[in-house]
């Protein structure tokens, strides 16, 4: 009987005991970190915008006389100087025309010149009331008829010139030929057939299309910019062209469907080595002279299209931020908004922290 009231007693004691260690909370777990201070610096970057090399002047070459092709005067792809021959056309249907213009321009004189004596002659029979006033009236009137038809005769004349001096089509102004859309002997109609294409090549244009939001920016660009600096450059692949641009012009108005607006940069033709229809990325050197917030991209977290830093506080605890990124630079990022110079971030661990989380900084 004894025996049973201790075994009971010593289960009861027992039973507390466990309860008490049950009830003592657990202390969580620090997780290792790797903290960085928030640091500042001069984040010189660029900003990139899809590109084509266009001539700031091209030209179609279509011919104004409907004919056969008699002669290429250059070679396909050269440099040609305003008012160069290019081809000629055959003249001798508009040759022969011209020469019936002036034939008909001398008849139609000759009849001017006889009814002007006419009409001279009439008048003065008037004077002594030797003719009648209807053959006087008919004289002059055939002295107008005369006139208006030297005129048209004169007129043609001047038509068919412009037709005789259109056999022969010229450049018209320095630049590149391209590669001839007919050969010698080849039949072409007037405004139709396209003989060639001729662009200037010692600048040609950039254009790109830059947000709404951004005309400000690239108006002050436009003003300010010096021919000097190198705020425009150009992108191909991975090569840069040597030259730097410059704006040229921004377009009338904003593109309503793309909330955009085209811009035009000029860039000097080196060694030919641009050419129109070349795509390439347009670089715009960022400004410079303002301090960013720079971290490493590896301390960012994304939730929901979000993006999250966790920033130290003095408890040894880490609160959970939004932030609000800019620019990538190599392994590191600009963080636009969110951030503040000197604070700390857990860098190393990031994936094993939540809201609150206790940390200890590793070695």
Do not use: W
Not at 90 to 112: G, R, S
Not at 228 to 236: P, V
């Amino acid at each position: 009987m004894k025996y049973s009231s201790f075994a009971l007693l010593t289960f009861i004691l027992a039973s507390c005991g466990d309860k008490n260690q049950q009830q003592q909370p657990t202390q969580p777990q620090a997780v290792p970190v790797t903290l960085v201070d928030v640091k500042s610096a001069d984040a010189a970057y660029h900003d990139e915008y899809p590109g084509t090399v266009v001539s700031l002047n091209q030209i179609e070459l279509r011919p104004q006389v409907t004919g056969f092709v008699t002669g290429v005067h250059f070679t396909d792809g050269a440099r040609v100087r305003k008012g160069q021959l290019l081809y000629s056309i055959d003249a001798q249907l508009y040759t022969a025309n011209y020469d019936q213009a002036v034939a008909n321009l001398n008849v139609q004189e000759a009849n001017l010149v006889k009814a002007q004596k006419d009409a001279d002659r009439y008048h003065e029979l008037e004077k002594n009331d030797a003719v009648a006033k209807q053959l006087v009236d008919n004289a002059d009137a055939a002295l107008e008829v005369a006139k208006r038809q030297a005129e048209a005769a004169k007129a043609n004349i001047q038509a068919v010139q412009t037709s005789v001096r259109y056999t022969k089509v010229l450049a018209p102004f320095d630049g590149i030929i391209g590669i001839s859309a007919v050969k010698t002997g080849a039949a072409v109609s007037a405004g139709q057939t396209v003989l060639n294409t001729v662009s200037t090549d010692g600048q040609l244009a950039v254009d790109f299309n830059v947000d709404q939001s951004e005309i400000y920016r690239f108006t002050n660009l436009m003003k300010n910019h010096k021919p000097a600096d190198s705020t425009f450059t150009l992108k191909f692949g991975n090569d840069v062209y040597p030259a730097s641009g410059k704006v040229a012009l921004i377009d009338r108005a904003v593109d309503p469907q793309t909330g955009t607006i085209k811009t035009r940069l000029v860039f000097p033709n080196q060694d030919n080595r641009l050419r129109a229809g070349m795509s390439g990325k347009v670089r715009v050197l960022n400004n410079t002279s303002a301090k960013s917030i720079v971290i490493p991209y590896k301390a960012v977290t994304e939730q929901l299209g979000e993006f999250f830093v966790y920033v130290a506080g003095d408890s040894s605890k880490v609160s959970q931020r939004r932030v609000v990124l800019g620019k990538p630079l190599g392994a590191n990022i600009i963080v636009k908004e969110g951030l503040k110079e000197g604070e700390k971030i857990a860098v190393e661990g990031v994936q094993n922290l939540r809201e609150g989380a206790v940390i200890k900084e590793g070695k």
